[in-house]
Structure formats: structure tokens, C-alpha cells
């Protein structure tokens, strides 16, 4: 069965703080890992990973894929408090399904 | 409004009460997938299309769940008899690609069902 696990849990931090998210998975037929922030509506897309060793950057926020060792980190530095959210990861196999993890929630406190 | 939209954003049903959820995907997207999201949790995975074809249905929990998607474009997810353990957020997502394996999923605001 495909799974996917994210820690911590949750976790706060002060405003300026950086904060690195990580994401485990076993999963059969791997095709890519998503990255998603949810806050209180549907997750918004973040980023989308395929190879391994290559960061994507976007603003404040990066990511990058171990296909290895099956994880990903997502990082963010110089938190605010507009971060708080729950960050779920995804992994899509190429039979074009979905596993989420639990997500981490993040608390950005000014 | 090129967004993935459901409809309606709310229901409260009655247990054994059949409910309808609505998706309109973004157009021209050719996957689509609904997911059920309890408190807390992350989206787990109901069933996908692929324009007309479901070609997974394998996260439906019971055969009380129902999806379609007749002419490739939006879809609806039946739930029959409903039980209180129904309770959740169903979310829409929609694709881009059609190939095999995923791409960039674009969820709508989901539909909060509440089963008394």
C-alpha cells in the first residue's frame, strides 16, 4: 500500500525563523511529489518534483526530491505569519493516483 | 472564473439520505479526481477520470459511493444511504494531461457534507 508521512506533525516558530518540512514516502511506480499549502479552503499548489538533486525555488519557499532515500524537504526561510498553513505533501504514481500525507501544521507567530 | 468549482459548498443530510456533489473541473482539463478529507487529515484518494473513463476507483470506502462523469467534463460523486462516518470534505481536483502519471492538480473549495 502506497504511504506517505510527514513531520512533524506541527510545529511553531517566530516570525523570521526558518522552518524545514519533511516528507517520507514508499510508494510503488513513483512518477512525481507535490507540495501543497492549505489553509482554511483547498490546498494551493506549491511545487512539483520529479528528479532528484534539483531545487525548486519560488520566492522564500524551496523544495527539493531524494529518490534515493524517498524524501523531500520543503523549506522556508524568513517565516511570516501569512506562512501559517498546513503543508501537504503528495506523491502521484504513474497509474496517475494521489497519496497524501497528514500534513504539517505550521505556525508562524509574530 | 477558470477555477475548479463545487457545488454546493455545503451540505447537512440526514443519515440514509442520498446526497449528489458537483464538480466542474477547470475546462479543457482532462483528469479529474475526487478525495475525501476528514479533520485533520490530508485528502485521501476516491477516484480519477480520465476525460469520460474513470479508470480508478479503488479509494471509493463502500459500494454506496458512486462517481461519474459522462461527457468528460463534470462530474458528480453520489454517496447513498449516508452514514454519520460520511462526514467529511469532499474535494475536486482536476488535471491538465490525460498521459499517464500526474501532473499539477488543481483542487475547487471542496464540499463540507455534515450527515446528522
Known amino acids: 500500500e502506497d504511504k506517505v508521512v510527514q513531520s512533524p506533525l506541527s510545529l511553531v516558530v517566530h516570525e523570521g525563523d526558518t522552518v524545514t518540512l519533511n516528507c517520507s514516502y514508499e510508494?510503488?511506480?513513483?512518477?512525481?511529489l507535490l507540495w501543497y499549502k492549505q489553509e482554511k479552503k483547498a490546498p494551493t499548489f506549491l511545487f512539483m518534483l520529479t528528479s532528484s538533486g534539483i531545487e525548486k525555488k519560488s520566492g522564500r519557499l524551496s523544495s527539493i526530491l531524494d529518490k534515493k532515500e524517498l524524501f523531500s524537504i520543503l523549506n522556508i526561510t524568513a517565516t511570516q505569519t501569512g506562512d501559517s498553513a498546513v503543508y501537504l505533501c503528495a506523491v502521484t504514481t504513474n497509474a496517475g493516483k494521489s497519496t497524501f500525507g497528514d500534513g504539517t501544521t505550521l505556525t508562524v507567530k509574530p | 472564473g477558470a477555477g475548479v468549482s463545487q457545488s454546493p459548498r455545503y451540505k447537512v443530510a440526514k443519515r440514509g439520505q442520498d446526497v449528489a456533489l458537483r464538480c466542474d473541473p477547470i475546462?479543457?482539463?482532462?483528469?479529474l479526481f475526487w478525495y475525501q478529507q476528514a479533520l485533520g487529515q490530508g485528502p485521501e484518494f476516491l477516484t480519477y477520470f480520465q476525460n469520460e473513463a474513470q479508470l480508478d476507483k479503488s479509494g471509493l470506502p463502500s459500494d454506496r459511493f458512486f462517481a461519474e462523469r459522462p461527457e468528460g467534463s463534470v462530474s458528480t460523486l453520489k454517496i447513498q444511504r449516508t452514514q454519520q462516518e460520511d462526514s467529511a470534505v469532499y474535494l475536486c481536483?482536476?488535471?491538465?494531461?490525460?498521459?499517464?502519471?500526474?501532473?499539477?492538480?488543481?483542487f475547487g473549495p471542496g464540499t463540507r457534507l455534515t450527515v446528522l
Open positions: 475546462s479543457g482539463h482532462v483528469s
Open positions: 481536483a482536476s488535471g491538465r494531461s490525460g498521459a499517464f502519471g500526474a501532473d499539477t492538480q488543481y
Open positions: 510508494v510503488t511506480n513513483f512518477r512525481s
